[in-house]
């Protein structure tokens, strides 16, 4: 069981930064992929970004590609993602998931947080 909790969410102007923090409690933190999805008003959840349970691979949604990275630290339980050069369209609810799965599909993530939002003001 891993209970997780985004942080860092809120607006920014185009080209700006941000960096979100999923913190996760549960002694089985470390053996799970970490996914970032996002939910914009009106859409469907999408893929943002994954990280394997040591750190070791990462993979990104074609979108974000360049300017968002995903990073993680085993031993404070904790799992970023640093964005970097956003844009309008990148507005939307941002959530952290676990899995025991390398996917992209919402469906494999078992664990969710409650999500945090980000803005892009243009």
Do not use: H
């Amino acid at each position: 069981q891993v209970q997780l909790v985004e942080s860092g969410g809120g607006l920014v102007q185009a080209g700006g930064s941000l960096r979100l923090s999923c913190a996760a409690s549960g002694r089985t933190f470390s053996t799970y992929t970490m996914g970032w999805f996002r939910q914009a008003p009106g859409k469907e959840r999408e893929f943002v970004a994954r990280i394997s349970w040591s750190g070791s691979n990462t993979y990104y949604a074609d979108s974000v590609k360049g300017r968002f990275t995903v990073s993680r630290d085993n031993a404070k339980n904790l799992v970023y993602l640093q964005m970097n050069s956003l844009k309008p369209e990148d507005t939307a609810v941002y959530y952290c998931a676990a899995s025991n799965l390398r996917s992209v599909v919402p469906t494999a993530y078992a664990y969710w947080g409650q999500g945090t939002q980000v803005t892009v003001s243009s």
